[in-house]
């Protein structure tokens, strides 16, 4: 009776984020697919019944999951800007949070959004915030040639790391630090060709 009378206190603000602490590990584990809404709400220690009050289904749940690692990600990412590499800081800030989060960015890149298309619309709100983050973070194509593109740049950069990412995650063959590092001297690579070459027809 009294864990009831201390579930009826929580505002609904601290309910949802209860639930989506449970939730994330229990994704994490058990994959998009397979984890339940009854296994999340037994980790909340809340009923079923409450988790949809809050949460229409699985599918909302997990996209409001993801949208808090990408906020947490987002966030990262600016602070890099400030650094005095602000490459590779940028690089260290994303390999950080896939060490921290990776199960849930495995699940993500590697299970729900390849065997469910539907997420490709998450999946390219998620990129096009990044990649806005990337363009200012990078800095200006100061005096580039006649058809320079940050924003090809930035494709560029966030397929490179994103899929390397992942790679790493799964494989672990390198250490962070060094993975980093030529994760930085990539992005580095593809940002000083387009800034001196640009697109040069023929």
């Known amino acids: 009776m ?9 505002s609904a603000l601290a309910r949802r984020e209860a639930i989506l602490a449970a939730a994330k590990p229990v994704f994490g584990s058990a994959g998009y697919h397979a984890a339940t809404t009854r296994e999340i709400a037994a980790a909340a220690g809340i009923s079923e019944a409450l988790l949809y009050q809050h949460f229409p289904g699985k599918r909302e749940l997990f996209e409001a999951v993801i949208e808090r690692a990408a906020a947490d990600l987002e966030s990262r990412l600016c602070q890099a800007d400030g650094a005095a590499d602000p490459v590779r800081a940028a690089m260290q800030a994303y390999f950080d949070f896939v060490q921290d ?16 298309p539907a997420f490709g619309r998450l999946h390219r709100d998620i ?61 580095r690579a593809i940002y000083m060709t387009e800034a001196t070459h640009g697109y040069q027809a023929d």
């Open 101 to 116: 989060e990776s199960a849930l960015y495995r699940v993500f890149f590697h299970e729900a959004l390849q065997s469910d």
């Open 2 to 10: 009294a864990i009831s009378t201390s579930r009826r206190r929580l």
């Open 127 to 187: 990129s096009r915030r990044i990649l806005e983050l990337v363009e200012g973070g990078i800095g200006e194509l100061a005096e580039a040639p006649p058809g320079a593109r940050l924003d090809v740049v930035a494709q560029a950069l966030a397929g490179m790391v994103s899929q390397l990412a992942l790679w790493w995650v799964e494989d672990r063959g390198l250490a962070k630090g060094e993975i980093v590092e030529r994760a930085a001297r990539m992005a």
